[in-house]
């Protein structure tokens, strides 16, 4: 079984733990009774003292919180789920793949990454190309990665060029860029652009623009991006569309905080949501394989 983590009264976390069990277990499953004994090895024993009892009846409510937490997974991610939760046991599905991209997000959330120099694998990027196939199928329209660095020629690899080509090529409104000789620019927390047009192709439309965080510190980013002072700042004019904000993350949020981070973060999409509107990971352009490093990481995890 792998380590619990730092944290081992976070139920989001223990919610990952047990589904990591699940996944490379030999059964291909996971049970409250796993959790239990790695929380506590002395939990299953009958308690002697009221201080005992008290501790073994917050154990098991933590168990109860744990599986609540999986069965709201279930619900947000749908068909896309890669378990069937059946307490007291959470078991992966026959068909679940590494490719799958609820699993990519859970190790991507889970074990991190660090990127190194030479390597050949970006899982951040590959979150990002994720998160631009998720944003076309939101708004049913078409997207594209807006992030530093730019490595495809859909966007320039200049920041002045890339916010040009987003004007007159893609959304079709800010008319191009605007010079400002005193602000830096790189992406200004602009990772993901997503619109639809309308067949006449004239001002007014679904535009959204979104921030991405694949690692532990997202709270700190959830107020990076503001749309309307992105355009106001780097764009000739700002669009007539109203500007929809969205903010990608490949961890879970407890739910308790939900409408909170809305508020600062816009249309927040989750594991949860991620996986249920892109049930696999996308093919990638140089940003490396990410069904290999989904692999690896679960080979990590010990049996």
């Known amino acids: 079984m792998p380590p619990l983590p730092p944290t081992p009264t976070d139920i989001i976390r223990l919610a990952d733990w047990l589904e990591l069990c699940a996944l490379v277990s030999a059964s291909r499953t996971a ?11 002395g939990s299953l024993l009958e308690p002697q003292a009221p201080e005992d009892r008290e501790a073994s009846e917050a154990l098991e409510q933590q ?22 939760v059946e307490i007291p046991l959470l078991r992966a599905r026959r068909n679940w793949r590494p490719c799958s991209s609820y699993v990519f ?21 590959i979150f990002e190309a994720l998160c631009v196939n998720v944003a076309s199928r939101y708004v049913h329209g078409k997207a ?14 200049s920041f002045a060029r890339a916010v040009d080509r987003l004007c007159r090529n893609h959304i079709g409104e800010g008319e191009g860029f605007r010079k400002q000789p005193v602000l830096s620019g790189k992406d200004r927390g602009l990772d993901v652009v997503a619109w639809r047009h309308a067949p006449d192709r004239l001002p007014g439309k679904l535009v959204l623009f979104g921030n991405s965080a694949s690692g532990l510190d997202w709270e700190s980013k959830l107020s990076e991006l503001q749309p309307r002072d992105f355009c106001a700042d780097w764009m000739i004019k700002v669009p007539v569309s109203p500007l929809l904000k969205a903010f990608f993350m490949p961890h879970r949020m407890d739910r308790q905080y939900w409408e909170l981070n809305s508020r600062r973060a816009g249309i927040i999409f989750d594991r949860c949501r991620i996986s249920a509107l892109a049930s696999r990971l996308p093919a990638t352009n140089g940003s490396g394989d990410g069904l290999a490093w989904t692999r690896s990481m679960l080979a990590r995890v010990p049996r």
């Open 31 to 41: 049970s409250d009774s796993d959790l239990e004994r790695a929380l506590d090895q």
């Open 63 to 84: 168990v109860v919180e744990v599986f609540s937490e999986l069965e709201q997974r279930a619900l947000a991610a749908g068909s896309s789920y890669p378990f069937a």
């Open 105 to 125: 997000c859970l190790c991507l959330s889970y074990f991190g990454w660090t990127q190194t120099k030479g390597a050949k694998v970006y899982p951040r990027r």
């Open 144 to 157: 594209i990665r807006f992030a530093s660095p730019r490595t495809s020629g859909t966007v320039p690899k």
